[in-house]
């Protein structure tokens, strides 16, 4: 395990995209995810770490995608792949059940609650860079979903950002192995100062 220790002055935890559309049965894209993320616990591991960051004084900083609104991709010009797939399946619907956070994971008063992301990264043209400076947060363990696109962007602009970054990897999920491993095992290390379970970031942070 790689020897790590965070003040809770200085650490933020950044929760992605806990909405029942990814982790909760009868979500739109939970079938996909469901393997991956039942094989090594993702949303339990995820309810831990975030118990514990909340015990030990941890600022919880939610990442979240944003909310789909009929007319918001209607007229634009150009849209990513990415996107053109969530707006299809109507992912995170305003107003919906699958748009609701997890049951647990919903933000608690004192919480920083960044405004959505339209892609991946929750550091792209939103606010979470501003209100983690502004409560002088330099280092972040970051967890939830997806593995290969949201956690991995902002994990990534994070770095570019000049934050020291921890991956919880047993508290993201993906559609398959193969796209775990290119997450957690090729692209991530060449951002994240330390990737650990969630066993071992509780235990660092007591």
């Excluded at 990814?22 to 979500?27: D, L, N």
């Excluded at 983690?132 to 991995?152: D, F, P, S």
């Excluded at 379970?197 to 509780?202: G, I, K, L, R």
Aim: glycine letters at 8%.
């Amino acid at each position: 395990m790689t020897c790590v220790t965070y003040d809770k002055e200085l650490t933020g935890l950044v929760v992605i995209d806990p909405y029942n559309d990814f982790i909760s049965e009868g979500g739109k894209v939970w079938d996909r995810l469901k393997g991956v993320a039942e094989a090594n616990g993702c949303v339990p591991h995820m309810r831990q770490v975030l118990d514990a960051a909340r015990a030990g004084g941890i600022r919880i900083c939610y990442a979240l995608h944003h909310r789909y609104r009929p007319g918001d991709y209607e007229t634009w010009k150009y849209i990513a792949p990415i996107q053109k797939a969530a707006w299809s399946r109507r992912t995170f619907e305003y107003g919906t059940w699958g748009a609701e956070l997890h049951p647990g994971f919903e933000p608690q008063p004192g919480d920083l609650v960044a405004q959505e992301h339209w892609c991946s990264s929750g550091f792209a043209n939103t606010d979470l860079d501003l209100l983690l400076q502004k409560h002088g947060i330099h280092r972040l363990i970051v967890m939830g979903l997806i593995a290969h696109t949201c956690l991995e962007a902002t994990v990534r602009y994070g770095a570019e950002l000049g934050y020291d970054v921890t991956v919880v990897k047993d508290a993201t999920a993906s559609y398959s192995d193969r796209e775990m491993r290119a997450a957690l095992e090729v692209n991530i290390p060449n951002y994240a100062g330390a990737i650990l379970t969630a066993d071992e970031v509780v235990a660092a942070l007591k």
